[in-house]
């Protein structure tokens, strides 16, 4: 082989394998121990704004889910929705040009205003996108004198032209057990890992939202 062929080569894999490291760690952030409890920059993880106006639809049931933990030391009420209706609307708003919110009764209300023969369609055709979440799962765990969180979020997005792609972000986190606030920050924390996963799914599907 050439030496010319052989330094291409040489780049190639080491490109290769600067890729699988950055996407290693990108996993890792949402999964590994951490006693670090700092928020999350959401900047940092996308590219320049998606140029698309985005209407959260945020049913009731998503705004009230909560979370009751069962560990040893008591039980914690962690009121997840709102909390993520907060994290959600940061985040988006980085990821797309505009974003706002809009209360519903349920999500077959969100549902139903998808439909043009719905009154509120006209509302929701102001958008380029509506977007539906959801809390597919959330869990706590006490072990080894650590706290562990665990939280699925899902967010339907549906253009005005029918279309849609559904997008899940898997949040996870095992922290120190060294005080009583530990538990509120650890949760928060892990739902942003959570959020952080769901731009990752859009960058992902990145493609969708430019061509349509």
């Known amino acids: 082989m050439k030496p010319i ?3 291409v080569v040489l780049m190639v894999v080491m490109l290769g394998c600067f890729t699988m490291a950055c996407s290693e760690h990108r996993i890792s952030r949402e999964s590994a121990y951490t006693s ?3 928020s999350l920059n ?6 320049p704004p998606i140029p698309v106006k985005i209407l959260l639809l945020i049913p009731d049931e998503f705004d009230r889910f909560e979370l009751l933990s069962n560990y040893k030391t008591g ?3 962690y009121t997840l929705g709102r909390d993520a209706e907060r994290e959600m609307k940061e985040a988006f708003g980085i990821e797309f040009a505009k974003v706002e919110v809009l209360h519903v009764q349920s999500e077959d209300t969100a549902m139903e205003m998808l439909s043009p023969n719905d009154p509120k369609n006209a509302q ?6 509506v977007a539906i979440p959801k809390f597919l799962h959330a869990d706590s765990m006490e072990r080894h004198e650590k706290y562990g969180f665990e939280i699925d979020l899902q967010v339907e997005f549906t253009a005005i032209d029918g279309s849609s ?3 899940k972000g898997h949040g996870k ?4 057990m060294y005080a009583q606030s530990t538990r509120e920050k650890g949760a928060n924390l892990t739902l942003q890992y959570a959020v952080s996963a769901l731009l990752d799914g859009i960058e992902k599907q990145r493609d969708f939202f430019l061509n349509r």
Request: hydrophobic fraction near 30%; avoid cysteine; glycine fraction near 8%.
């Open 5 to 7: 062929k052989i330094v």
């Open 36 to 38: 670090d409890l700092t």
């Open 42 to 47: 959401y900047s940092q993880y996308g590219r």
């Open 75 to 77: 039980g914690t009420r």
């Open 124 to 129: 929701v055709r102001a958008y380029d996108y």
């Open 165 to 167: 792609v559904t997008i």
């Open 173 to 176: 986190s095992m922290i120190e």
